[in-house]
């Protein structure tokens, strides 16, 4: 690791840089655009709501999925269900209920965690407070929606 990167640092001080600034002041001489992102006391909450955001979305509403399709007997390889695979209206109506609740809540959880992440570097608690009523948000959607 002797390749020189910025402001003739190798990587390891550049590294060491970034990562505590205090520290290592007199070896930093990155000028005004170095930015450092530093998480306040609290950020684990923000941590442990992205981690319940994989399990609300990942496991509980798959669950779910792959009940209706045992219960409506959707085999994959099909997304939805149309007159081919499920000859019922109603069954089909309901399982593709199920599977846009779920296919709608991943398509926005990466806009939601990247807010989640973002806010929690400064107001921590807040953002996880708000990420939790988020996901029972979610939650409430999915059950209403199907």
Known sequence: LKAKCWHNLDCLQLCACWLHPRLYAST????????????K????????TA?????????YMSFKVVKARKQFGV????????SSNCSDE????????VQRAH???LE???????LLTLS???????????????????????????
């Open 41 to 48: 006391p609290g950020f684990g909450y923000v941590l442990g």
């Open 75 to 82: 085999s994959y390889p099909a997304l939805y269900a149309d």
């Open 120 to 146: 929690g570097l400064q107001y921590p608690v807040t953002a996880a407070t708000f990420g939790a009523v988020y996901l029972a948000g979610r939650i409430g959607y999915v059950q209403g929606y199907s």
């Open 51 to 59: 981690c319940a955001s994989y399990l609300v979305h990942h496991i």
């Open 108 to 114: 926005n959880q990466p806009i939601f965690l990247t």
């Open 90 to 97: 109603k069954n089909r109506q309901t399982f593709n209920c």
């Open 103 to 105: 296919q709608n809540s």
């Open 28 to 39: 930093c001489s990155l000028g005004t655009m170095a930015a450092v992102a530093v998480a």
